[in-house]
């Protein structure tokens, strides 16, 4: 599948959990310029609270880390991180609020820089699949940041 395709059908895969649990998603990936730190906000209309999502989605591989934004100490954001199965048939996703993001990315890369003093310290910023087992499947981070919605099954 193409990087393209990738990020598009984890998105949309996003959203779509995220009406299922009974809020609004707005897609602006399309608007990234007025929204460079969100793919989707997600409102929830019962309470007026908001909340900008980030998408990360890689296709198969047995070892996986996401680039992560340099900037990601100021983003204020709940990130998604896609796997999607190598048949296409399935998707494992990790939710996780960003300060843990920020934290973890910035000691994965020291650590990286430290065991490879040789290395250029200008790495990116990425964060590892086995770090973030801890937030599989937790959709429910969503219900604790929005609070309950009257709309749908929430």
Do not use: C
Request: charged content about 25%.
């Amino acid at each position: 599948m193409s990087k393209q395709l990738v990020s598009f059908a984890g998105e949309h895969y996003v959203a779509s959990r995220i009406a299922l649990l009974g809020y609004i998603p707005f897609m602006t990936s399309s608007i990234s310029t007025q929204y460079p730190a969100s793919d989707i906000t997600v409102l929830n209309f019962t309470n007026g609270k908001k909340v900008d999502v980030q998408v990360k989605t890689m296709s198969y591989q047995r070892k996986v880390s996401w680039y992560v934004p340099e900037n990601v100490e100021d983003i204020n954001a709940i990130f998604v991180f896609n796997k999607i199965s190598e048949d296409k048939k399935s998707i494992t996703s990790y939710i996780v609020k960003s300060g843990f993001v920020a934290e973890e990315s910035k000691k994965q890369r020291d650590d990286y820089i430290t065991r490879h003093p040789n290395v250029n310290e200008r790495q990116p910023r990425m964060i590892s699949e086995d770090s973030l087992r801890d937030f599989a499947e937790k959709w429910e981070l969503f219900k604790e940041i929005l609070g309950h919605s009257e709309i749908g099954t929430s």
